[in-house]
Structures are given as structure tokens and as C-alpha cells.
């Protein structure tokens, strides 16, 4: 069935105004206004606050009552009450129990869901059947409790339109706003009748007790059109009869569409309209025709359509409406699903902050920005906090960002985030979260996010190949804050972040770690405690870049890591992964930040962007000496632009200048090994989105054919010579190169200390290879070499597997330990005994390894150790590392991929391995003047001979 909820009047209909200061109708007192059963009902559109009347339980702007909060008894006692409840600012209804109740007296509050914004029509109705108590809104029902009493009826207190009476027939509390058809029922109308008679003016019905249509225009009486005489007097001077009401309205649009909740298969379109309708979005990928449609039959003013079975990455056309009118369709009505994770999806963010000012700066900002993009729309706008100065009332939201923004909101997702003015700077709300963000916004996660949150004020989602993070900095759950990391956020945020495997992750909170702009970083309390607890998590986890809003300055840091303290404490050295500015654009010491491809790769970028909708203040310290870029006179919004490995992040100043700019790279300036075969053809790819130089062809293309004879290298460079990548082609079946003797020197003699002898075999065809060193004994020593230590690592495996109570996190700490024991205890080689995960293969499913190798890689790092190859270390292959376990026979893919020759070719220590892969090998190491063999052979109940005799071999030669 097809409900239509807009229905026009020819003949007049008129509305009153209630403008405050007490000002109602007032029905003089009847047995028949006197209900244990009934329905209320009326149409209103709010405009402002109001003044407030109390039941008792509840505070609100009265609508329709017969009583308010007075001493119990059964004169006083609240016969009904419909009103908008303050602090929430939805529907609420309540009526005292009469004195043959268990509990004479008692309250009865009922309360709404959906919040009430100003200059829209609604329809309210309360019902009672002697069980049942219900509250509507625009015919659907919002809330309803169960009740074994029934209202007293014996009060003294008149019955009142816009305000509430007390015995004495003393008002309390004023409606402001237009009011009309109000409707007062003997018996509890159904839902269906309810719904069926919203935009019904000629009701007759014997339970009706009265009906005030306000259709009067003229004079103080408000005649009841029933029939039954209960003509209303109008108190007060502050009103004034309106030839409008939702009966001779037009349905309008009073917020345009915005999307939300973007994913690969759906999106979500959200509007207003100043009258309750039906929703109905049609749509297609073609804008000439929009055969698909949604729609939703409830009357509302607060309109949601969720499309589905979209197709991801394709732009939709779409138009918006009720089931009898078209309200809004052209070209800007388009949004594009998210793709398909993608390495070489692009990713393009507008990113604000504090830009719901209202003011002329904040469109300054917004035009700069779609300067710069030069007619491209962004595929998504994240807002780090504070959308609607200076209370986050819907009216702000309303006026400061919906209606400048509107050309890019319908048709792009804005995932906001929560900040201090969108609690009112209030501690009540941060405690009941009742705020219109909540209700504005549709941010739950889906199908494209993260781990599930099941929060609007902190969650996370996913485009291209970057995850984004959302947190509430000021939200409190079960007493709790972000920072506190026993709380419900810290504990999801970390549990999100461990989980994505998608190569970029991007944060954003209304609060910086570091500010020297409105206020200081150093003093105030909340940005300390969230340094201390938050920051060691966001870094664990590898986060690239942090985007805070809640200071008035645009400062961006070098790539830190580890700096919890104040200013004062921080240290270059200490904390800044390099001294680079990350421009990336020719000036002195400008190359981009380079980070690993591991996830959990050191260095981030913290960014404060407060000046979206105004220009900054500083601190008499300003800027924060952690910064490379610090400013406060201009305003500017940040686009962030990433694909593949790469990320840009421009700040673009109101004036259309780019003000401030870096880059940050994964996985460059590396080096790895390929064997070929003589004249193989290989085709090589620049592992970056940039521009190109080939060291051997001059090339400036992003990728290379070529056809190998010999053993040899390639390189691709950047134009600015910053990155770099190389590729050693090893040719298969030639003769090993020849052995490089490292140290000592040939025929050297008489060195007095300890001299460890190295060389450098290479075979391209990856077989075993022994080396003989000839010398002459060395006399005896009076002071013997200085002790050296082994460190053994057994079984892994449930901190990679992360079971029965082991984390990853342990495993990281002892590889820190590690390092850290490294010179005090002559550290000179890691051994690992086996069982490094614990489910091998895993079907496929790599995250132990990866995990594995974020480990290792802390001992492996040279800058962190100052050695060239990290701390030697070997993993033997366990019976947990195998698929299926315990069987040598079967596969070691993973082992080989995360941990095979390619990984260790090259380094000081490497030996060699048996066979075609690297499952039984050995490594060569000194300590203090002594030489070492470790010998790593896989898990084999059942010894294979020929890896012993290979093993024996290996001893033979070499010792």
C-alpha cells in the first residue's frame, strides 16, 4: 500500500503563534477534559528554546497538559502531559497514577528518540488504554512503556495549550512556535488511525472530546470545531494568528541531501523537508534515466534511504522525494561507492577543521580548496571536530554546515569527528551523549570499515588502501575516557588498528597531541594524559599521520616517534626519524619520509588543523620546536591525496596558496635479488607513483623491458634523487662469482687483535658453497677474549598466533629487549629454535608471518643497533611451522616467502642452504676472535641422510 502523507487544503488553515512569556489557551475546567483513557494530538513547528515546565521526572516546553509537578496528591496529581523534553529535545509524556494505584502519585515518563529541530512541521500524539502508554511521531511510534494504573483525574488544573497550570491555575513553561489541530480523544486511538488521520480535518467520532483546529484568525476565542463546546481562551499578549500550516503547505527541502556511509554495494542519502512525507530516492549510473528506487512509507521530516547491491567504484545519479513528489534531481545529485581494496586506488580526503564558524573565513577555505582541486570532487571529507560553532545545536548545524557546504555534501561522504563544542562543552552530555551529532549523523560501520565500534562518536573505515581511524577525544563511556587505555575506546583502538591489514592508516581527533596555538600543549591537561597513554598506541601500530582539530594554528611535525613529554623534553636526536622536511620539492634537505613496508613501521606525522573556519591565536612560546611548519594568521584545509605507496598531504591556505606540503613513501630504497635465466626477458616496474629515472637506459617511464645476459643491476631513481630501488639479477647456472675476501687483508700478519675473517660467496644458482681459510695458529694469550652472549628464542608460536594468552606485543618487547641488551651483554647472534607460528600455512591466511616479521624486523634495523645487518640471528623450521603440522614433506610456503634465502642474501652472516629451499640452512658469524656455524635443519622424525651428510659436510670444510 502506497501512503501518502502530504495533503494540500483548499480552504484556509491558519495556525497560532505562541511568541513566550507564558502565553496559551486555556480551556475552562470539565468532567470532560477529566481521562483515564485517551489520545492527544497535535501539529507543531517549534522556532526557538522556550521556557520550561516540570512533571516532576521530566523538564520540557509543554505542548498540551492538564497538570504539572506539584505536591502528590490527588488534586494536584498530573492528569497528561505532551511536551518536547529540554535536554534531549525530543517528545516526551507523563501522567500521575490515581489514588487506587499500588503507588498513588507515581510518574509515568515517557520519551522520544528522535530529536525535534526548529521551523519544521511535526505531528505529535500521546496515547493511554489502561495498559499501554505511547508516544508518536508523525504517525510512528517512537516509545512506550507498560502501565497497571491509570491517570488521575480529579486535579484542579485546567487544560492548557502551550503551557502547563498548576491547581492554582499558575502557568510555568512556554512553547514558542506555531501550533494547529490540536485533538483530544476519551479512548486510545490505534497506530493505524493515528497515521491514517494525520492530514484529516473533518474527524467525527464519538470519542472525540475536542478539537481545536486554530483556523480561528481572529480574536482570543479558539472555538472547538467537535461539536461539545470546549472552547479555548487565549492568555497572554505574546501571539499572533498565521495563514500557514502543514495542511496548506508545500513540501520544500529545508536541508539538502547529504551522503553517508559510503561503501562498495551502498550509501546512505539523508535530507529534511519541512513537513512530514514519505522517502523515495530513485537511481541509476545513468543520469538520463533512474529506473532504481527505494522507498520508505513512514511520514517523516528526517528522511534516510539506504541503497544496496550497488556496484563498487561507480559514480550514481540520484534524485530525492516523497511517493507524490519529486523534490530535488540534477547533475550535483551524485555519489561514487567506495572501490574494491586496491593497492592503486586513489584516495582523495578534504580534510577540515573548526570549520563550522559560520563565517566568511570558513567559505574563504572551502573555495580555496575547490580551487585546488580543479573541479574534481574529493572521494571523501574528513572533519576533525568542532562542525557547529559554538554549541552544536541542529539549528548551528543547520546554518553553519549544511547550508554553505551543501553543493559538496550531496555527493560526498563526510566522516565528521566529535569535538568539545559538539558536546556544548557540556560534562552532562559527554556523559549521555544526547547531542545532535548523534542524530545528524550516520557513521556506523559497514561493510567497508574496521572493526566494529558500534559507536557514531569513534569508529573506522576503509578506502582504497587506507585506513582511516575516528576517535572521540571528550566522549565518556562507563566513566571513561579515550585516554584512559582500560576504557572501551583505547581498548577497541587498539584491537582496530591491529586488525586492518591495509598499507596507510590516518587518524583524526578534536584534540592535537602537540599545540603551542589557542592554548598550550604543555599545560593542559587532557593533551598530556593523551601523549602519555594514546601516542605509544598509534605508534605501536604503525599510524602514518595524525589530523587533530580543538587549537586555532595550522602546525605540522617532523616524523616522530616515542616524544610523550613537553616540549622541553624533546629531543631531535632523540625523537625525529630524520631531519628531513618532507616537502619533497628540490630545497635543502626536503626528500619525502620513507617508512617500511612493515605495519608496524616507526615514524609518524602529527598535524594540528584548527584554522579551517578562522584564523589562529599563538602561545608566547609559539611554535611548538617539534614542527616544520607552524602558522596562526591564515586559515586553510588539508587534501590528502594517496595511491600505492605513496601519500601527499597539501595545506591550502584560504588565499589558494599552498602554504605547507609533504610526502611520505613505503617501501622504497630497497634492494632485492632476482635469479634469471641467460637472455630471460624481465619487466620491471618503479615501485612508486612519481617521476622516473633509469640508471642504465636513461628512461623516464614508469616501467622497463629488459633482456638479461649476465649478472647485473638496475636502479630507478626519483628526479630529485631522494629514492631509489635496485634490482640485482643473479643469471642461473654460472659459475660463482668470484670470493671477495672482507677482512683481514690477504697474507696479513701480526695483527694484534682480534681479527675476524670474513668473506663474501656468491653462487646466482643459490647452492651451497663452503669456504677454507688458511692461517697460522695464533700464540697464546694472557688476557682472553671478553665473554659474548647467544640469545635463544623457542616457540613463538602464540604470540604470533596471538592464543592462549600470548600477543604479538610480547614478542615485539623481547626483540626491544634485545636491542637494548645488546652491548651490555656482547649480543652476537639470535637463535631461534622452531615454531615460530603456529598454525604454518594457515590455509592461506599470512597474519602470523606478517606478525613474525614486524618482530624480527626491530633486530634486523641498522640504525637502531649500528650494525650493518642488525643482530644475526636464524629460525629453524618447527613442527608448527610446517603444513600440516608435523609433516616435513609438506608445504613451508610461507617460511620460505617471509624468511628465505632473499631476505638474508647479502648480509655479513649468511651462509647457504641445502636443497631448493631454504628450510635447512646455515649462517657464519664471529664474536670476540671466535668463528661460529649455526646450523638451523627442519622438524624430521624420520633424519633425511643427505641433509646430515650435507651438514657433516659443512663441518668438515669449514672447521
Known sequence: MMLTCIGLNSSAQNSLQLNGSKTSVVVPMHSSLQLTHFTIECWFKKSSSGATSSTGPLVAYPLVSRGRAEGDGALVDINYFL????????????????????????????????????????????????????????????????????????????????????????????????????????????????????FTQTIQNAALVARWPMNDGMNLIVVDSS?????????????????????????????????????????????????????????ST?????????????????????????????????????????????????????????????????????????????NKVYASA??????????????????????????????????????????????PTVGLLDYNSSLIKQQDHAIPFNDIFHVQQNENSGLQSNRKEYYSFDHGNVHFVVLDVFGIETNLKLMDTISVQAQWLKNDLASTNLKWKVV???????????????????????????????????????????????????????????SSDY?????????????????????PYVKSIDANAK??????????????????????????????????????????????????????????????????????VIPVNAGQQIKLEAPWYGDYLWVNSDSTSKSQSLVINNSSFETVLDSLNCIQYTWHFNLMGQDPSQIILQAPANFSCCNPSNVGLKVRPIDPDGNPMSVKFYGRKRPFQANPPAPFSFVGLPDTQFYTAEENGGTNSMFRSQMDWTVSKKDSLQIAFVSHYGDCVEHGDNSGNNMEWLRADTSFRIIENPTTTQLPHGIPYSICVGNHDQSPVGDPNGTTTFYNQYFGASRFMGRNYYGGYYGNNFDNHFELFSANGYDFIMISLEYDETANPAVLACADALFENLF
Open 83 to 198: 511536551g518536547i523534553e529540554v535536554n534531549k529535545e525530543v517528545l516526551c509524556a507523563d501522567f500521575e497514577a490515581n489514588n487506587s494505584s499500588p503507588i498513588p502519585g507515581k510518574n509515568h515518563p515517557l520519551v522520544g528518540i528522535t530529536r525535534i529541530a526548529n521551523d519544521v512541521w511535526y505531528h505529535a500524539a500521546v496515547t493511554f488504554n489502561g495498559t499501554n502508554f505511547c508516544l508518536y511521531l508523525n504517525g510512528n511510534l517512537e516509545s512506550q512503556i507498560s502501565v497497571s494504573s491509570v491517570p488521575q483525574t480529579l486535579g484542579q488544573q485546567k487544560f492548557c495549550i502551550g503551557s502547563a497550570k498548576n491547581s492554582s491555575q499558575a502557568s510555568a513553561g512556554s512553547f514558542i512556535g506555531q501550533i494547529c489541530e490540536v485533538r483530544l480523544w476519551n479512548a486510545a486511538q490505534s497506530a493505524t488511525s493515528i497515521k491514517a488521520n494525520l
Open 227 to 283: 461539536g461539545n463546546n470546549r472552547n479555548g481562551v487565549i492568555e497572554g499578549l505574546k501571539f499572533s494568528w498565521m495563514q500557514d500550516s502543514p495542511f496548506n503547505t508545500p513540501l520544500t527541502i529545508v536541508r539538502n541531501p547529504y551522503i553517508q556511509q559510503i561503501s562498495p554495494t551502498s550509501a546512505t542519502i539523508c535530507w529534511r523537508t519541512n513537513v512530514p512525507a514519505t522517502s523515495l530516492v530513485r537511481y
Open 286 to 362: 545513468n543520469w538520463q534515466v533512474l529506473p532504481d528506487l527505494m522507498v520508505d512509507n513512514n511520514c517523516l521530516t528526517d528522511h534516510k534511504i539506504i541503497l544496496t547491491d550497488l556496484i563498487p567504484g561507480k559514480k550514481y545519479y540520484y534524485s530525492i522525494g516523497s511517493n507524490t513528489q519529486l523534490l530535488q534531481r540534477d547533475t550535483n545529485n551524485t555519489f561514487t561507492t567506495t572501490p574494491q581494496i586496491m593497492e592503486n586506488v586513489s584516495t582523495v580526503a578534504w580534510v577540515t577543521g573548526e570549520l563550522g564558524t559560520g563565517n566568511g573565513v570558513a
Open 370 to 415: 575547490k580551487s585546488y582541486l580543479q573541479g574534481r570532487t574529493p572521494d571523501l571529507w574528513l572533519s576533525a571536530g568542532n562542525l557547529a560553532y559554538s554549541s552544536g545545536s541542529d539549528a548551528q548545524y543547520q546554518s553553519k554546515f549544511f547550508a554553505p557546504f551543501s553543493d559538496w555534501l550531496k555527493k560526498v561522504s563526510v566522516f
Open 508 to 566: 583524526t581527533l578534536g584534540l592535537p597531541f602537540y599545540t603551542k596555538g589557542s592554548f598550550d600543549g604543555d599545560t593542559d591537561s587532557l593533551v598530556l594524559r593523551l601523549r602519555q597513554s594514546i601516542l605509544p598506541i598509534l605508534e605501536r601500530y604503525g599510524v602514518d599521520v595524525v589530523i587533530s582539530g580543538g587549537s586555532a594554528a595550522y602546525e605540522r611535525s617532523y616524523l616522530l616517534n616515542g616524544h610523550t613529554g613537553k
Open 571 to 591: 629531543k631531535p636526536w632523540k625523537h625525529r626519524m630524520n631531519s628531513s622536511s618532507g616537502k619533497y620539492n628540490g630545497t635543502n634537505n626536503s626528500c
Open 603 to 672: 615514524g609518524t606525522i602529527y598535524m594540528t588543523l584548527g584554522t579551517s573556519g578562522q584564523r589562529g591565536t599563538a602561545q608566547v612560546d609559539f611554535p611548538y620546536p617539534a614542527m616544520v611548519t607552524s602558522k596562526t594568521n591564515l586559515a586553510g584545509s588539508l587534501i590528502l591525496e594517496v595511491i600505492g605507496n605513496r601519500l601527499d598531504a597539501s595545506w591550502v591556505r584560504e588565499d589558494g596558496v599552498v602554504g605547507d606540503r609533504f610526502t611520505m613513501f613505503k617501501g622504497v630504497n630497497d634492494t632485492i
